[in-house]
């Protein structure tokens, strides 16, 4: 019995990463359509109907096109760097607090931060292992953005771990079931999405591929299968991230259709900051990550361990 359920928690995985990589296919398709009509103008609208078959057509040609290796690279690295990283951003999905079958965590945000610092070694490895300045550039760049704005998810995050003193997500949805803590904590939970933008590399915080000064940044040379995959884990990472707002601030996670319209609200929002802002400045990204967003959350931290120490 126990092997059978093994098997069957393996098969729901399986099933859970197809329905996340069709997520991320689509999201693709949904963030050039939005973008289009925010241009004027209508979008991929050829393959299939209004295009829907569009991201699998982009898979296709991406898959057959050659892979280039450049010469001096580091073999391995360069080779394997995309793969990590979509194997990190695709692990992350078993966070989902089902409540039956699959698995249950009860340190859940604690294997989150492992997995997305993890994910910085991916990035860095990716843009040394090619051997050119431009990627060096853009990962250096990358790294130091994500680390910045990790230290401040954390203390935004811990502000709502100790409301309910929990590292389990389903007591996210248990302790919402009155007041959204996105009104609760309305300030920090508006910190949270732009910081979660810049975990991400999205627009306006998108440094690592700054096209006017970075070429393309940490993924110059990629081609082909090692470009699609790191796009691919950019994009189930974003993916999470909407999914874990939903789940800390937007009343937790319930298996019905409110919930994943809240994740479609989301991304169209991603996409329309995307469409609208125009990039940071560097040293204004790392201002507003060190004196902007880390003292507030600090002190957002202290008066909520007042509040809880007060309700007990």
């Known amino acids: 019995m126990m092997y059978m359920d093994f098997f069957i928690m393996i098969f729901e995985f399986i099933i859970l990463i197809i329905g996340v990589l069709i997520g991320v296919a689509y999201l693709t398709l949904l963030e050039r359509k939005v973008l289009g009509y925010i241009q004027i103008r209508k979008g991929p609208n050829k393959l299939g109907f209004m295009g829907l078959l569009q991201p699998f057509s982009d898979a296709i040609k991406l898959y057959l096109k050659e892979q280039i290796n450049p010469l001096n690279s580091n073999y391995l690295a360069y080779y394997f760097s995309p793969v990590v990283s979509l194997i990190l951003s695709l692990i992350l999905w078993v966070l989902i607090p089902y409540y039956f079958n699959l698995i249950s965590f009860n340190l859940g945000i604690l294997f989150f931060f492992c997995c997305t610092s993890m994910g910085v070694y991916t990035i860095?490895?990716?843009?040394?292992?090619?051997?050119?300045?431009?990627?060096?550039?853009?990962?250096?760049?990358?790294?130091?953005?994500?680390?910045s704005y990790e230290v401040s998810l954390a203390l935004i995050m811990l502000s709502s771990i100790i409301l309910i003193m929990d590292f389990n997500l389903i007591k996210f949805s248990f302790y919402q079931n009155y007041i959204w803590f996105f009104f609760l904590m309305f300030p920090l939970s508006i910190k949270w999405l732009s910081s979660s933008m810049a975990e991400t590399n999205r627009t306006p915080f998108d440094f690592a591929e700054g096209e006017k000064k970075l070429v393309s940044g940490f993924n110059i040379e990629y081609s082909g299968g090692g470009f699609s995959l790191i796009f691919m884990a950019e994009y189930s990472k974003i993916l999470f991230m909407k999914m874990f707002f939903s789940i800390f601030y937007l009343g937790g996670y319930s298996l019905n259709l409110i919930f994943y319209l809240k994740m479609v609200f989301l991304s169209f929002l991603f996409i329309w900051v995307r469409g609208t802002l125009p990039r940071f400045r560097y040293d204004k990204l790392m201002y507003l990550a060190w004196k902007s967003y880390l003292p507030v959350s600090l002190n957002f931290l202290l008066f909520f361990m007042g509040f809880k120490i007060f309700l007990i």
């Open 124 to 147: 860095m490895i990716s843009g040394w292992s090619s051997n050119s300045n431009y990627t060096l550039l853009g990962g250096l760049r990358a790294v130091a953005q994500t680390i």
